[in-house]
C-alpha cells in the first residue's frame, strides 16, 4: 500500500515503512541504542529527501526514548540532576546544529555535511563495537576474567563548578557533562539521532558514572533535546513529516518493546557483531556515494526556502 | 517582425473559423493519503463555421504545473569527494509539464510558432527561466530536463492524441506520485501545416486534500503548532507502547 507523505511529497509503501520502523526497533530494544544513526540513512536510501529524514527521525525519537525512560523512571535508574545538566548542554548544542544546519543547506551542501558525519561516525561507532564485541566472545571463550571497575580520576575532577550527583554517586565540574550534552545536541540537529552512542560512552568513560544510570540518564535528556530538535526543525525548515513519523514510531515503539524483551533473554555478543557490521554496512554505502562519481552531476533543490 | 505580425493576423482570422472546444473527465486533482500518482484525460472538438481548408489539422496539449523557484547544483570531485560546488538559480521551472502531439512534434508545430508559443519542453523551461550568466548554463538546463524526465514530470508524448474525422480529438496525460500541488494550466493548441490556428487554456486544480491537506498547510502557516503537536504524538505512542506491553506482560 503506497502511502503519499504530505511533506516529503514523495509516495512510499506503507509496509517498508512498517519494517523499518519495526526492524531498527527490535535492535534499538536489543541494545539500548536509539537506533536513529540506522533509521536516517536507510531512510535516505528509500528516497526520503536527507532534510525531511533528519527532522523526522528526531521526532521519532521522541517517542522511543520516551518509551525508554518510562521504564528506567520506574526502576529508579535516571540520574534527574546530571539529566539535566546535560540538557542544559543538549539545548545549546541543538540550537547551534540547527544554525550550521541551514547554513549549509542555503549554500546547497547539507546533504554532504549530514553524509559526512554519518560516515564519520558510523565508522567510528561500528569498528569500536565490532572490535568490543569480538574481544568480549574471545574472553567468553577464554574462560571468565574479572571486570575491572574503572574508576576514572581525570580532569572532570579538577575543574571548578563541582557539583554532587547523588544518584550518581559523583562529585564532578558540571563543565564536561555540559560539553558532552553540546555535542550530542549539535549531532542530534545534524543527523537526527538521539545521540546515545557518544553519550553512553562519555558518561561512563569521560564523567565516570555508574553503568546502571547510564542508559535511563542518556534516555531521559535525548527525549528533550530531540523534541527540541523536532520542534527547530518544524519552525524553520518545515521539514518535520508527521506521516512520515507516526508510521516509523509504530514499527518502531512496538519493535523496541519486542527488542527489549530478547535483549534480556539473549547473549547478546554475536547480535552485537551483527550490528557492528550493518553498521559498518551503511556506512560504506554512504561513503561510497561520496566516492564513486555519480552517474548524474546535476540535482535540484527547492530555492524558495532561503 | 513584419513576418511575426503577418503570423498574427493569419491565426487570428483563422481562428475565427476554426476553433477548439474541449472537456477533461477531471478539473480537481485531489492529493489524497494514498495518491499514487493521476491521469488526466482531455478530449474536444474542432468547431468549425466553414469547411475545413485543405490539410490535415494537428493538436497539441500541454499540461504545465506551477512553477518554482530551484537551485540546480553541480558535483564535483574535492579532495576525492564528489560535492555541489556549483549552483544555478532558476527563478522559475514548471514543476510538471507535459506535451502531447498528434503526430511527431516536428510536424504539429514550426519553430516559429514553438518559440512564439513555447510548446516544446526546452522552450517551455526557458521562457520562464531567469538569466541564466553561468558560461554553461545550459548544462544546467539540460539537466533540469534530463532530471525531471527521468521522474516523468517532464513528459514529450508525441503520437499521443487521437484525431477522429479531423474534428474529434483525446489524450490522456499521466501525472506522477510525487507532484506538488497548485494550479495546472492545460492548453489545447490546434495548428494546421506547422501553424497555430487556435489556443485555448483551462486550469486544473490540483491539490493535497483532507488529512493531508490539514497537515500540510498546517506545517507552514503555524509551524510551532505543528512541531507541539508532532513531539504531542510521539510523547503519547511512547506511553501507549510501553503501557500496552506492561499489560501483556502481566496477563
Known amino acids: 500500500m503506497q502511502i503519499y507523505l504530505p511533506i516529503a511529497e514523495v509516495s512510499v509503501s506503507a509496509f517498508v515503512l512498517l519494517g523499518l520502523g519495526g526492524i531498527v526497533g527490535i535492535l534499538s530494544g536489543m541494545f539500548g541504542v536509539g537506533g536513529g544513526f540506522l533509521m536516517t540513512p536507510l531512510l535516505f536510501f528509500i528516497g526520503i529527501p536527507p532534510a525531511v529524514a533528519v527532522a523526522t527521525e528526531a521526532n521519532q525519537i521522541v517517542a522511543s526514548s520516551f518509551s525508554g525512560a518510562l521504564a528506567h523512571l520506574k526502576r529508579k535508574t535516571v540520574d534527574l540532576k546530571m539529566g539535566s545538566i546535560l540538557l542544559i548542554g543538549g539545548l545549546l548544542g541543538a540550537g547551534i546544529g540547527i544554525i550550521i544546519f541551514n547554513y549549509l543547506k542555503s549554500l546547497g551542501q547539507v546533504d554532504l555535511l549530514v553524509k559526512l558525519c554519518y560516515v564519520a561516525f558510523l565508522g567510528i561507532i561500528g569498528s569500536l563495537m565490532f572490535i568490543e564485541s569480538l574481544r568480549a566472545i574471545l574472553k567468553t571463550q577464554g574462560g571468565s576474567i574479572p571486570k575491572k571497575v574503572r574508576r576514572p580520576r581525570g580532569f572532570a575532577q579538577q575543574l571548578p563548578f563541582k557539583i554532587r550527583f547523588r544518584t550518581s554517586g559523583l562529585y564532578i565540574s558540571i563543565i564536561p557533562p555540559i560539553l ?99 553498521v559498518i554496512a551503511v556506512c560504506i554505502k554512504i561513503a561510497l556515494d561520496l566516492l564513486i562519481m555519480p552517474s548524474e552531476l546535476y540535482s535540484i533543490s527547492d530555492a524558495s526556502m532561503h | 517582425m513584419l513576418r511575426l505580425i503577418l503570423l498574427i493576423l493569419i491565426s487570428a482570422s483563422s481562428a475565427i473559423a476554426e476553433s477548439v472546444v474541449i472537456g477533461m473527465d477531471k478539473e480537481k486533482v485531489g492529493i489524497t493519503a494514498t495518491f499514487d500518482g493521476s491521469q488526466i484525460l482531455l478530449f474536444g472538438a474542432v468547431k468549425r463555421d466553414k469547411p475545413a481548408p485543405l490539410g490535415n489539422i494537428q493538436v497539441i496539449v500541454t499540461i504545465a504545473g506551477p512553477s518554482e523557484p530551484i537551485s540546480v547544483h553541480r558535483k564535483s570531485k574535492v579532495f576525492g569527494i564528489w560535492m555541489n560546488t556549483d549552483t544555478v538559480e532558476v527563478d522559475a521551472a514548471p514543476s510538471f509539464y507535459a506535451v502531447a502531439t498528434s503526430s511527431d512534434f516536428s510536424s504539429t508545430i514550426n519553430d516559429t510558432e514553438d518559440l512564439r508559443y513555447k510548446v516544446s519542453i526546452p522552450r517551455a523551461i526557458r521562457s520562464v527561466g531567469a538569466p541564466m550568466n553561468v558560461l554553461d548554463a545550459a548544462l544546467f538546463s539540460d539537466a533540469v530536463i534530463r532530471i525531471r524526465s527521468d521522474q516523468g514530470l517532464y513528459q514529450l508524448l508525441e503520437n499521443t492524441v487521437d484525431i477522429d474525422e479531423q474534428t474529434l480529438f483525446q489524450t490522456s496525460i499521466e501525472m506522477p506520485a510525487d507532484i506538488s500541488d497548485g494550479d495546472y494550466t492545460a492548453r489545447i493548441l490546434l495548428t494546421r501545416g506547422g501553424n497555430v490556428i487556435d489556443e485555448f487554456t483551462t486550469i486544473i486544480d490540483v491539490r493535497k486534500v483532507g488529512l493531508e491537506r490539514f497537515l500540510f498547510n498546517m506545517s507552514r502557516e503555524n509551524p510551532l503548532a505543528y512541531g507541539l503537536m508532532s513531539i504531542a504524538i510521539a510523547i503519547f505512542a511512547g506511553w501507549a507502547a510501553s503501557l500496552l506491553f506492561r499489560f501483556f506482560r502481566t496477563t
Do not use: W
Open chain 1, 180 to 278: 558532552v550534552g553540546l555535542l550530542v545536541g549539535i549531532l542530534s540537529a545534524i543527523m537526527g539521532v538521539g545521540g546515545g552512542f557518544i553519550m553512553v560512552p562519555a558518561m561512563i568513560y569521560i564523567l565516570g558514572m555508574p553503568t546502571k544510570v547510564v542508559v535511563g540518564t542518556s534516555l531521559f535528556q535525548i527525549i528533550f533535546v530531540t523534541g527540541f530538535t523536532t520542534l527547530l526543525h518544524a519552525t524553520t525548515n518545515y521539514t518535520v513529516d508527521i506521516a512520515l513519523a507516526v508510521l516509523l514510531l509504530l514499527g518502531g515503539v512496538l519493535g523496541a518493546q519486542l527488542g527489549s524483551q530478547f535483549g534480556t533473554r539473549l547473549r547478546a555478543e554475536q547480535l552485537r557483531i551483527l550490528l557492528a557490521l550493518m
